[in-house]
């Protein structure tokens, strides 16, 4: 037998050692689920435009909780109301890891509230949580900035004088400049260039992250490191979030009194100072937060991801899931009450810092909206489709416009 001969026998027997190692990894131990190909695992039986529509197709098969891979990566899928309240929250401790996200750690390395573990998340945490209080976060004066904001929105809105318009880019620096008060200790000008590159990144990074190639990379890393394509453009806009980021910490650094902090840069660069010969400290000018609480970790290595569009749509929680019904958020009072219409920004240890703020943003700049405008549909209501161009880290709503009517 010659060498090529034996090169391919070799090449061939570690192929089927792999797949039989593949197929038999963890059985017994693992909830059912599809039976996965090597390298590939289940992608063929998943649509990559729709990754979330196909993995809650397989949880009506395999169940609640099912096995699936994602390429090489385990994955435990969980699905529906209860489900995920179990794991999240009655065994929140088991389930506050953060599992891989390639996509971020490429940026995040590790650090910052959302993605990093252990005594690290717990300390930035601990610190990120006293702050935002002590800004009002949770209070009334945080309601007023909001209401403050809201009277810019509707100046804006005015503007328009009845014509189609895209509501997202508006909305999108009105709900910006409400955190952006609080980490940067003022609102922006709605044509403030800071502003717009901010939402510019965030909202093309959204884009690319729910996108195929956002999911791809997340699966295969290293092989896309390689690549041209659009997740390209998503690292330069990390790049430019974070220098930006950096450029206000060194103005912030400038005119600091750490007597009278303004904001949460300047509590931030305080508690720098003053653990700056602790080695061991969490406070770094590399750490920065981002808010995305899709997935977490097992302490068993396997990822899980929880598919929240099954609790949004559970048929034992809401009345008519696949309908808008003001009662599902909303108790007798007309205030909002616990629902697990709000799981993806307040469920388990993973809580997002800012869903009380969410909460209240949506509830005053939607009445302060319907005080003062009639919301009219460009074309007729029959025809709106509200399919998502894609999900994956989220859902990407279609491009749209509509009318504004003065009351």
């Avoid at 065994?91 to 891989?100: L, N």
Wanted: glycine share 8%; net charge positive.
């Amino acid at each position: 037998m010659d060498g090529v001969s034996t090169a391919i026998l070799l090449l061939l027997l570690a192929v089927i050692s792999l797949a039989l190692s593949f197929n038999s990894w963890g059985k017994g131990q693992l909830p059912p689920g599809p039976k996965p190909l090597p390298f590939l695992g289940n992608l063929l039986q998943l649509r990559s435009q729709d990754l979330l529509t196909s993995l809650t197709k397989l949880s009506k098969k395999y169940g609640s909780v099912y096995t699936v891979y994602l390429g090489p990566r385990r994955v435990v899928v969980l699905s529906g109301y209860q489900t995920v309240k179990e794991a999240l929250v009655d065994k929140g401790e088991e389930f506050s890891g953060r599992g891989s996200y390639p996509v971020f750690f490429n940026f995040t390395k590790g650090n910052g509230i959302a993605f990093s573990n252990g005594e690290r998340w717990k300390a930035l945490r601990r610190f990120s949580v006293q702050i935002l209080r002590n800004f009002g976060m949770g209070k009334r004066s945080i309601e007023e900035r909001i209401l403050e904001e809201s009277s810019f929105l509707l100046e804006v809105l005015r503007k328009t004088e009845g014509k189609p318009f895209d509501p997202v880019f508006i909305l999108s620096r009105s709900v910006s400049n409400i955190i952006c008060s609080v980490i940067f200790g003022s609102r922006f000008d709605y044509d403030d260039e800071r502003l717009l590159t901010i939402i510019r990144f965030i909202n093309d990074n959204f884009q690319i992250m729910s996108s195929p190639w956002g999911e791809m990379y997340n699966i295969f890393p290293s092989l896309l490191d390689w690549l041209p394509g659009p997740h390209r453009r998503m690292f330069r806009n990390f790049r430019g979030m974070k220098e930006l980021i950096a450029r206000s910490g060194r103005e912030h650094q400038d005119s600091l009194d750490p007597n009278s902090p303004r904001d949460f840069i300047d509590c931030f660069l305080s508690k720098m100072a003053q653990e700056k010969k602790d080695p061991l400290s969490h406070f770094q000018m590399d750490i920065s937060p981002i808010c995305s609480e899709q997935l977490c970790a097992t302490r068993l290595g396997t990822d899980v991801i929880t598919l929240l569009n099954t609790v949004h749509y559970d048929s034992e929680q809401f009345k008519t899931p696949r309908e808008f019904n003001p009662e599902h958020f909303l108790d007798a009072n007309q205030s909002f009450k616990k629902s697990p219409a709000f799981a993806p920004i307040s469920t388990g240890k993973r809580m997002c810092l800012g869903a009380g703020l969410a909460r209240s943003e949506i509830f005053l700049f939607l009445t302060a909206i319907l005080q003062k405008f009639c919301l009219l549909p460009v074309g007729s209501p029959a025809n709106i489709n509200l399919t998502p161009q894609c999900t994956g880290l989220g859902n990407m709503p279609p491009a749209f416009q509509l009318r504004l009517e003065a009351r």
